[in-house]
């Protein structure tokens, strides 16, 4: 297949939109189009490359902050602020537009958030039944795509959401506190993603393989490693990746600027230092 630019995603993502908003047009106001589903689906076995002179550009921007545990402080251009899986904190500056929560355990939620945040975004549903979110919030869409976690009486069906958010055509997934390989259904709707959070801990989530596995198959450009406790399992983690032959960054700068033009061209794990202990 020939490669796919940027350029031609943006084009072709530009003209899904187009069109979605006729169709969306006689739709309920609720109705939201996920550009990074369409292009999913659209080419789903393209390779991409950069093209040279698609050069990055503040206006297109997205800043994100690791803020600690797997807690992630995004903030779009048009200052559109989002904070994952959301236990009370979500560091210094504005308060969230949107917080994202799971329930694993408290410190990947809180009952108590801020009455200031406009959007609090459950990961686990209610009455049995899975938890749907579709919400555009200023210039970000946010969903999510359920998956199972252990608990104490078994397996809790839907327990768990990966959020992903879309920012200036970015695909950004949130795999939460995620217990299970992922099915080529939960895949398929999640999509494309650009950048995804991932949990190395190795133990009350996934064994680092099998997480390394699911990374592998969503083929985002950018990995970001997230709730890893202490030094050690990091260090564990960044070796076996290394002993693998993937691309490591470790920036002093704790926040990450990244934009469709700026992602770099081996998938490469961005560690990024943490704001606040775990």
Known sequence: MAPVTLRSIVAACTGLAALAGTVLAAAPASAQFSNCHAI?????????IRVANETPQRDYTVEIRYIGHSTFRITAPDGTTIATDYAGSAGAGPTPDVVTMNHAHTSHFTNFPDP????????????????????????????????DIRNYLGVEADGNSIFIYEIQGLCIGHLGHLHQPLSDAQVAEIGRLDVVFV???GSYTMDQRAMMEVVSRLRA?????????GAYTLADFINRTRADGLTIAMPSDPVLRVSLNSLPERPT???LPRTFGE
């Open 40 to 48: 999913a689906d659209a080419f789903p076995n393209a390779r991409i």
């Open 116 to 147: 200031a945040i406009p959007h609090v975004l459950k990961g686990w549903g209610e009455d049995g039944q899975p938890a749907q979110h579709m919400l555009q919030v200023g210039e970000v869409l946010v969903r999510n795509v359920t998956s």
């Open 199 to 201: 949990p190395v801990d």
């Open 221 to 229: 450009s950018i990995a970001i490693p997230m709730h890893w406790f």
């Open 269 to 271: 794990f961005v560690v």
